[in-house]
């Protein structure tokens, strides 16, 4: 069930942000890094580190990234992004290209064509 909090956000970010919390949990899980030295590490509380992993969306961004770099993560985070990935924003770019290009008439001595 949803929360308030989740209701000021779509429902697929809240997802995605629930995933986000719990591959980190299990990354930190797998390092055998236990809570208190991950806050501390991040320089966050434990409870922070809780709400990261649990994917509360008040969370800073900033705050994420930070966990991500303490668990040797970051690197994926600069490629969320990525502008050769946009495959929506590609189709919309090569759809407003010019179909046709029409050469330039040669200009007279004067400028004028």
Same mark, same amino acid.
């Given at each position: ?35 208190? %030295?991950?806050? +501390? =590490? ?11 992993? #649990?994917?509360?969306? *008040? ?32 189709? %919309?770019?090569? +759809? =407003? ?11 007279? #001595?004067?400028?004028? *064509?």
């Amino acid at each position: 069930m949803r929360n308030r909090t989740d209701l000021s956000h779509p429902l697929p970010v809240s997802r995605a942000l629930r995933k986000l919390g719990n591959d980190i949990r299990e990354a930190r899980l797998r390092r055998r890094i236990p809570t208190a %030295l991950l806050a +501390e =590490r991040a320089s966050i509380s434990r409870t922070t580190l809780a709400k990261v992993e #649990k994917g509360v969306p *008040g969370v800073s961004m900033g705050i994420y990234a930070t966990v991500l770099f303490c668990l040797g993560m970051i690197d994926r985070l600069g490629d969320l992004a990525d502008a050769s990935s946009d495959e929506v924003g590609l189709t %919309l770019e090569s +759809e =407003r290209l010019p179909k046709r290009i029409r050469r330039s008439k040669p200009r007279g #001595k004067n400028g004028v *064509g």
